[in-house]
């Protein structure tokens, strides 16, 4: 069974971080490009950033570019999304998600497995 599991969101305030993993099972993540969306109260699901097959390529939201990051790690079949200098703007359900492909993409539906998500709430 191909599955996609998110975890480390919570409650953090503002200024601080968080690390969310995204762990595969029942497929090999390296060959396929990851998109952590999030999807605050109200609003559409937005890409946050994206991290193509193989070898990495990384992309951001110009709302989080210098503060967050992508990175993978082949011999745990995870992505983590390095979460720093939290605003109250950031709290979301953060989804990873994974496309058959090298490249990203910017649509939702290009995404072939998604995760459950996990609760990002940063509040004082």
């Known amino acids: 069974q191909l599955q996609l599991v998110e975890s480390g969101g919570g409650l953090v305030q503002p200024g601080g971080s968080l690390r969310l993993s995204c762990a595969a099972s029942?497929?090999?993540?390296?060959?396929?490009?990851i998109g952590w969306f999030r999807q605050a109260p109200g609003k559409e699901r937005e890409g946050v950033s994206c991290?193509?097959?193989?070898?990495?390529?990384?992309n951001y939201a110009d709302s989080v570019k210098g503060r967050f990051t992508i990175s993978r790690d082949n011999a745990k079949n995870t992505v983590y999304l390095q979460m720093n200098s939290l605003k109250p703007e950031d709290t979301a359900i953060y989804y990873c998600?994974?496309?058959?492909?090298?490249?990203?993409?910017?649509?939702?539906?290009?995404?072939?497995?998604w995760g459950q998500g996990t609760q990002v709430t940063v509040s004082s």
């Open positions: 998600a994974a496309r058959d492909n090298y490249y990203c993409a910017d649509y939702l539906y290009d995404y072939d497995y």
């Open positions: 991290i193509t097959a193989s070898d990495g390529n990384t």
């Open positions: 029942g497929f090999t993540l390296d060959y396929y490009a």
